[in-house]
């Protein structure tokens, strides 16, 4: 395939016939380089960039159906408003006009008395500069509304990563072709990181060895040389049992931990406490594994980690991938490219500071909302009086749903969703706004598992009244009297002014040359930390950490228990991790990928299934104190013995019983970061008797 034969398009132009270059916008570490089919004005195909190494010409399942998704016959493509009760999702189409001439006055009402009672809530619905938090941020920062904590997803691994490696960095990801022995921790790749599977496979046909650390055997675990199927937050205890074994034997980079570490003596006190056979009996596995592959990966050269945000999902969370991060350097894995670790390395994109425009906000403190809490700030915290929802689905995704619902049913809440769908958070919404998808508008992409800066062009002209998030939010601020010119900007200027165009990693570039090409891959050294240089505050690797004893806090990572542990009313750990046809709740109401996975399912080990009388393929019942959601029953032995998974984040709505996973898990917050546990969580599953499916639940407001 060549350029001439797919006759690309200029940028800026949109073509009646021709290949548009684009990138995904989903929150998802390939962030894949798309070329975009039109024929006679309509987007035929989303196919990948054979030339963009990372994406190497393959798409995922669910991307590949984007057309199918931008086209849907339920694309939402006019503003509404609310007619029926909150949740019921009762519209009637109104004018663009009127819709902002709405909000504008609801927002200014609640502004004059307390900004701070109006909240965006949004995520990463769309990775972009521009349709992410560029506009959106100047106009809630003027607006001098609360602020979002954005935890739900990574606060707790960032939180890690920062304060062992200085920040979000790590290894390029295609350096893992030359691992000899790679340990994919806390990850199902081939679901949620498919482009890092090719690599990994590659480095298998070359003769590494792949190791998967996870209570499940997923489909990579199946694929793996070997896998230990530790119990759910327990990764720190093996983590510093390796560290134990790895001191204990000497199988140590001795001048590495010299020149480019700091706290050694401190760590190497910590490990002693984590003697292996003290660890296996916290992680539920053998003495001996741990053992064996702490020996393996002090003697393996290079050896990689690819650990992943399942790791950091449970009250120690961030103390799992500061012990995990820590492992690199202890053995020099960093001297190499192809050794060290990558969880994400969002911090390595040279982006400006100051995209949002801080400056544009009252003076004073503004407070601070944990998205991952909303349930009870919406339900606890009567400050709260307005919504501004984009680019995330809350009332699916945050925790305990229950709460969550009671939170935005509550009538003297002013909601604004904007959005593709319908969605169970649009069902909430007083105005409800279509926004446009990633064929239709702009956006340059930062990314955070692979090393590219990446371009969007539209491919095709925004369908029925849909507009921009950045558009919207621009309108939104006239329609306020809001008049400084940043306001204004228009996503080209949102796009440069974005990224520090000046750094060493992008010479050379500039937006129209990322533009042309639709990605430029930054110039970074093969192994950036091979002479140290950690962005930490004493530039090296802290397994002992001077800012974390400044907090009060343990300056050393450590096990922590997870909060739930097994009781006699709940004794089996319910994990949620994602499904392979859907991006969180993204895609589970596309039709031709819920038939490959046409209802929730639930898999649990077969001891657990006969101790409850329950066969494989029948209906369960899930639930906790919080609440509980129906699911298919997968019995299989890829389930550790006490451990359930619901795979993907289901619509309330479209789930039997109307409730998805998030009905039983916790607003509790992790050890660093402040991010949701999703999976520290305990239930009781039994068996659904037909005449009482969908019985258990009340329904949504319907
Ligand atoms: N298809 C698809 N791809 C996705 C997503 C999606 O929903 N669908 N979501 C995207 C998003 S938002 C993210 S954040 C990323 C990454 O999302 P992650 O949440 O990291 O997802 P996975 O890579 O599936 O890794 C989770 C794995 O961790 C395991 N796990 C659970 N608890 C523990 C534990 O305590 N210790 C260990 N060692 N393992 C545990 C689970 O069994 C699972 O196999 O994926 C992105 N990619
Ligand atoms: N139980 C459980 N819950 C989880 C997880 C789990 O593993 N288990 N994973 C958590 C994680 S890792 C994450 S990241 C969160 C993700 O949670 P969210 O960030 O809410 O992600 P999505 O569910 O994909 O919802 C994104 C929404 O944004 C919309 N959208 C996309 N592009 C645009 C746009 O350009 N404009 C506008 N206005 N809207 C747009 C989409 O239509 C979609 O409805 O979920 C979390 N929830
Ligand atoms: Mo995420």
Same mark, same amino acid.
């Given at each position: 395939?060549?350029?001439?034969?797919?006759?690309?398009?200029?940028?800026? /132009?949109?073509?009646?016939?021709?290949?548009?270059?684009?990138?995904?916008?989903?929150?998802?570490?390939?962030?894949?380089?798309?070329?975009?089919?039109?024929?006679?004005?309509?987007?035929?195909?989303?196919?990948?960039?054979?030339?963009?190494?990372?994406?190497?010409?393959?798409?995922?399942?669910?991307?590949?159906?984007?057309?199918?998704?931008?086209?849907?016959?339920?694309?939402?493509?006019?503003?509404?408003?609310?007619?029926?009760?909150?949740?019921?999702?009762?519209? +009637?189409?109104?004018?663009?006009?009127?819709?902002?001439?709405?909000?504008?006055?609801?927002?200014?009402?609640?502004?004059?008395?307390?900004?701070?009672?109006?909240?965006?809530?949004?995520?990463?619905?769309?990775?972009?500069?521009?349709?992410?938090?560029?506009?959106?941020?100047?106009?809630?920062?003027?607006?001098?509304?609360?602020?979002?904590?954005?935890?739900?997803?990574?606060?707790?691994?960032?939180?890690? =990563?920062?304060?062992?490696?200085?920040?979000?960095?790590?290894?390029?990801?295609?350096?893992?072709?030359?691992?000899?022995?790679?340990?994919?921790?806390?990850?199902?790749?081939?679901?949620?990181? !498919?482009?890092?599977?090719?690599?990994?496979?590659?480095?298998?046909?070359?003769?590494?060895?792949?190791?998967?650390?996870?209570?499940?055997?997923?489909?990579?675990?199946?694929?793996?040389?070997?896998?230990?199927?530790?119990?759910?937050?327990?990764?720190?205890?093996?983590?510093?049992?390796?560290?134990?074994?790895?001191?204990?034997?000497?199988? !140590?980079?001795?001048?590495?931990?010299?020149?480019?570490?700091?706290?050694? +003596?401190?760590?190497?006190?910590?490990?002693?406490?984590?003697?292996?056979?003290?660890?296996?009996?916290?992680?539920?596995?053998?003495?001996?594994?741990?053992?064996?592959?702490?020996?393996? *990966?002090?003697?393996?050269?290079?050896?990689?980690?690819?650990?992943?945000?399942?790791?950091?999902?449970?009250?120690?969370? #961030?103390?799992?991938?500061? #012990?995990?991060?820590?492992?690199?350097?202890?053995?020099?894995?960093?001297?190499?490219?192809?050794?060290?670790?990558?969880?994400?390395?969002?911090?390595?994109?040279?982006?400006?500071?100051?995209?949002?425009?801080?400056?544009?906000?009252?003076?004073?403190?503004?407070?601070?909302?944990?998205?991952?809490?909303?349930?009870?700030?919406?339900?606890?915290?009567?400050?709260?009086?307005?919504?501004?929802?984009?680019?995330?689905?809350?009332?699916?995704?945050?925790?305990?749903?229950?709460?969550?619902?009671?939170?935005? #049913?509550?009538?003297? =809440? @002013?909601?604004?969703?904007?959005?593709?769908?319908? /969605?169970?958070?649009?069902?909430?919404?007083?105005?409800?706004?279509?926004?446009? /998808?990633?064929?239709?508008?702009?956006?340059?992409?930062?990314?955070?598992?692979?090393? *590219? !800066?990446?371009?969007?062009?539209?491919?095709?002209?925004?369908?029925?009244?849909?507009?921009?998030?950045?558009?919207?939010?621009?309108? !939104?601020?006239?329609?306020?009297?809001?008049?400084?010119?940043?306001?204004?900007?228009?996503?080209?200027?949102?796009?440069?002014?974005?990224?520090?165009?000046?750094?060493?990693?992008?010479?050379?570039?500039?937006?129209?040359?990322?533009?042309?090409?639709?990605?430029?891959?930054?110039?970074?050294?093969?192994?950036? @930390?091979?002479?140290?240089?950690?962005?930490?505050?004493?530039?090296?690797?802290?397994?002992?950490?001077?800012?974390?004893?400044?907090?009060?806090?343990?300056?050393?990572?450590? *096990?922590?228990?997870?909060?739930?542990?097994?009781?006699?009313?709940?004794?089996?750990?319910? =994990?949620?991790?994602?499904?392979?046809?859907?991006?969180?709740?993204?895609?589970?109401?596309?039709?031709?990928?819920?038939?490959?996975?046409? +209802?929730?399912?639930?898999?649990?080990?077969?001891?657990?299934?006969?101790?409850?009388?329950?066969?494989?393929?029948?209906?369960?019942?899930?639930?906790?104190?919080?609440?509980?959601?129906?699911?298919?029953?997968?019995?299989?032995?890829?389930?550790?013995?006490?451990?359930?998974?619901?795979?993907?984040?289901?619509?309330?709505?479209?789930?039997?019983?109307?409730?998805?996973?998030?009905?039983?898990?916790?607003?509790?917050?992790?050890?660093?970061?402040?991010?949701?546990?999703?999976?520290?969580?305990?239930?009781?599953?039994?068996?659904?008797?037909?005449?009482?499916?969908?019985?258990?639940?009340?329904?949504?407001?319907?």
């Amino acid at each position: 395939m060549n350029a001439q034969a797919l006759r690309f398009v200029p940028p800026g /132009t949109l073509p009646r016939n021709g290949t548009v270059k684009g990138a995904c916008p989903h929150d998802c570490p390939d962030t894949c380089a798309l070329h975009i089919t039109v024929e006679n004005g309509v987007a035929v195909k989303v196919g990948g960039d054979p030339d963009h190494p990372p994406t190497h010409g393959a798409l995922c399942t669910k991307v590949a159906r984007y057309p199918e998704r931008t086209y849907h016959a339920q694309r939402l493509l006019q503003p509404m408003r609310r007619v029926g009760r909150k949740g019921q999702g009762r519209f +009637e189409p109104i004018s663009w006009d009127e819709a902002l001439a709405t909000i504008a006055s609801r927002l200014q009402a609640i502004a004059r008395v307390d900004p701070q009672a109006i909240l965006p809530y949004s995520y990463a619905g769309t990775m972009g500069y521009v349709q992410g938090e560029g506009m959106a941020g100047r106009f809630f920062n003027r607006l001098g509304a609360s602020r979002l904590d954005r935890t739900i997803c990574a606060a707790a691994g960032g939180a890690g =990563l920062i304060h062992t490696l200085g920040a979000k960095v790590g290894m390029d990801v295609e350096a893992f072709e030359q691992s000899r022995l790679i340990l994919i921790w806390g990850s199902n790749s081939i679901t949620s990181n !498919l482009h890092f599977w090719t690599f990994a496979q590659r480095a298998k046909r070359q003769g590494a060895r792949l190791i998967a650390i996870d209570p499940l055997r997923t489909d990579t675990a199946e694929k793996c040389h070997q896998h230990i199927a530790l119990r759910p937050g327990s990764d720190a205890a093996l983590a510093l049992a390796m560290a134990h074994v790895l001191i204990r034997e000497d199988l !140590l980079d001795h001048d590495y931990i010299a020149q480019h570490t700091l706290g050694f +003596e401190a760590l190497a006190a910590r490990a002693a406490q984590y003697p292996p056979e003290r660890a296996a009996a916290l992680c539920g596995i053998d003495a001996q594994v741990i053992i064996e592959l702490a020996r393996e *990966y002090g003697r393996t050269r290079p050896a990689a980690i690819r650990l992943n945000y399942g790791v950091q999902r449970t009250h120690g969370g #961030a103390n799992a991938v500061r #012990a995990v991060a820590c492992l690199p350097a202890l053995v020099g894995a960093w001297r190499e490219p192809a050794g060290g670790l990558l969880l994400s390395s969002s911090a390595m994109m040279p982006e400006r500071a100051d995209l949002e425009r801080p400056e544009l906000a009252p003076a004073g403190e503004r407070r601070v909302v944990n998205m991952s809490t909303i349930g009870d700030a919406l339900t606890q915290d009567d400050r709260l009086r307005a919504l501004v929802v984009y680019n995330s689905n809350p009332v699916a995704v945050a925790p305990e749903s229950e709460k969550v619902i009671a939170g935005f #049913a509550r009538e003297d =809440l @002013f909601t604004v969703v904007i959005e593709h769908f319908q /969605t169970d958070t649009a069902d909430f919404a007083d105005i409800l706004l279509p926004a446009t /998808t990633q064929l239709e508008h702009f956006d340059l992409h930062k990314t955070y598992g692979h090393w *590219y !800066l990446m371009a969007n062009e539209p491919a095709i002209a925004p369908l029925g009244q849909a507009r921009s998030n950045s558009e919207i939010f621009r309108q !939104l601020a006239s329609a306020m009297g809001f008049t400084e010119p940043a306001l204004q900007a228009s996503d080209e200027a949102l796009a440069r002014e974005a990224i520090d165009w000046s750094h060493p990693r992008l010479a050379g570039e500039s937006l129209e040359s990322v533009r042309a090409a639709g990605w430029v891959r930054l110039k970074i050294a093969s192994a950036p @930390f091979a002479q140290g240089g950690f962005p930490t505050p004493s530039g090296r690797c802290e397994f002992h950490s001077d800012r974390l004893a400044a907090l009060g806090l343990d300056p050393l990572p450590d *096990y922590l228990p997870p909060y739930e542990a097994p009781t006699a009313q709940y004794p089996l750990s319910c =994990l949620s991790p994602p499904g392979r046809n859907f991006m969180n709740s993204t895609f589970v109401n596309i039709e031709s990928l819920r038939g490959r996975d046409p +209802e929730p399912a639930c898999m649990l080990h077969p001891q657990d299934a006969a101790e409850r009388g329950i066969s494989d393929g029948q209906m369960l019942r899930v639930f906790n104190e919080r609440g509980a959601f129906e699911a298919r029953a997968q019995v299989s032995d890829r389930a550790r013995p006490g451990v359930v998974a619901a795979w993907g984040v289901w619509w309330h709505k479209l789930a039997p019983g109307g409730r998805n996973v998030n009905a039983v898990t916790s607003q509790k917050l992790t050890d660093l970061g402040a991010g949701p546990t999703f999976y520290d969580c305990h239930v009781q599953v039994e068996p659904v008797l037909a005449l009482q499916v969908g019985a258990q639940v009340p329904d949504l407001g319907k």
